[in-house]
């Protein structure tokens, strides 16, 4: 046991680093070239497209921070264990300050209809997992990529929504760029 203990405290610091180097890679490939002209009185203030990759860069790298966290129905806390709505939700509050609804259903009402072809990192994506439409939701990172928290036994992680366990359950995506920051009631982290 003590080894255990070791060995997951030597990882932690690498994993961290890992988790930063995906996320700039994921991210990399999304963005668009950003035009360098600008107004002098508009110097100090990051455009809507910079505000947005980095809203994006946080909630990425902020979901895959949680890799590793044991699943656990209804869990709202890393301590204690997360599902997937709690992951979510959590990811969101502590990247951006948005506060989501507590369930799959309900996120899944919220933001924009994005198709399968049209995802961008930091949208949700959703899967009927339970025989109901969005049952499940997780956050997509590019390259057919998702993190998630996928089911009691199981920890956070990343999975391809290409393997045909996903494929055939995806309900769709939403992306949430028209949902600002609200004060919340807050979560105990």
Known sequence: MQKMKIRSKAIQQPRKVLVQALAALTLSGALLPV????RADEADKPG???RYTVNIQDLVIKGLEFVGVPYRRGGNTVESGLDCSGFTRLVFLDSNGIDLP????????LGTKVSA??????????????????????IYLGND????????????RVENMHQA???????????????SAVPSKALSF
Request: proline share 5%; no cysteine; glycine share 10%.
């Open 102 to 109: 507590r369930t799959a259903a309900e996120q899944a009402q």
């Open 145 to 156: 990529q998702f993190v998630h928290a996928p089911k009691p036994g199981a920890e956070i």
């Open 35 to 38: 035009s360098t002209a600008v």
């Open 117 to 138: 072809d049209e995802l961008k990192p930091g949208d949700l994506v959703f899967f009927n997992t339970m025989r109901r439409a969005y049952s499940h939701v997780g």
């Open 48 to 50: 809507l497209l910079q």
């Open 165 to 179: 366990y996903w494929v055939g359950k995806y309900n769709g995506a939403r992306r949430l760029d028209g949902v």
